[in-house]
């Protein structure tokens, strides 16, 4: 079955370093998307991509960074990471036709 | 105002019991509307997608769709333990931005 699939799942790491969260997709789909959940403030989306070399911030981008080399793969990528960016992340697709997106498990991340 | 707003709960109901889940939004140009579940430390699972007006069924589960009031509900009959989880609400103009709401938190208690 086609699926979308993260890593790590679990991740801690310390204040400043970089951290890449990983993204794949075998649904061939155009559309993907990278959100944070946090309690009180739902899903809220930081970079969302429409299909190769197309990247775009959402509404919580500061700090965030994504780069789409091919259609599978969307990497998340905290430059240097601080403690307001502990959550959970989540990465989702949509084809360029359908008007649902599906979720990956999500990624956790601890910033100590 | 946020595009959607949902009751967070918590809202807890005995095995058996009619659930009704709700948002409410300010769009009027949304036309896509979705129910997904998430159960802890999962991802969301989509359970119902609706388009533009209208009722849904699938089984246990009713999406209903009120584009006049701007209002959306999800029905669980028969509420099982397997359906204590958040249910979240998403909905979109054009398919390609989605809103969400923050989530409902249910508990079927056996």
């Known amino acids: 079955d086609a699926e979308i699939t993260q890593s790590p799942r679990h991740k801690i790491t310390e204040t400043g370093r970089q951290v890449t969260l990983a993204c794949h997709q075998t649904?061939?789909?155009?559309?993907m998307f990278w959100y944070r959940q946090d309690l009180g403030h739902g899903l809220r989306l930081i970079h969302y991509?429409?299909?190769?070399?197309?990247?775009n911030k959402g509404e919580v981008s500061d700090g965030y960074s994504v780069s789409r080399s091919n259609t599978e793969d969307l990497p998340l990528t905290l430059e240097s990471a601080a403690s307001s960016q502990t959550s959970v992340y989540f990465c989702?697709?949509?084809?360029?036709?359908?008007?649902?997106?599906?979720f990956g498990e999500g990624s956790w991340l601890t910033v100590v | 105002q946020k595009e959607v707003e949902q009751d967070p709960g918590p809202l807890s109901v005995p095995e058996g019991a009619i659930v009704s889940l709700n948002c409410t939004y300010s769009?009027?140009?949304?036309?896509?509307f979705m129910w997904y579940r998430q159960y802890s430390r999962k991802g969301p699972e989509l359970l119902m997608y609706t388009y533009s007006s209208g009722n849904k069924e699938d089984g246990r589960f009713t999406a209903q769709v009120d584009k006049s009031s701007k209002y959306i509900s999800l029905f669980i009959r028969d509420s099982q333990p397997s359906d204590s989880a958040t249910y979240l609400c998403a909905m979109s103009a054009a398919g390609n931005q989605f809103y969400f709401g923050t989530g409902t938190s249910l508990t079927v208690i056996p």
């Open positions: 649904w061939n789909h155009n559309n």
């Open positions: 989702a697709s949509r084809s360029s036709t359908g008007n649902t997106i599906y």
């Open positions: 769009n009027s140009a949304f036309q896509y």
């Open positions: 991509s429409y299909g190769v070399q197309d990247t």
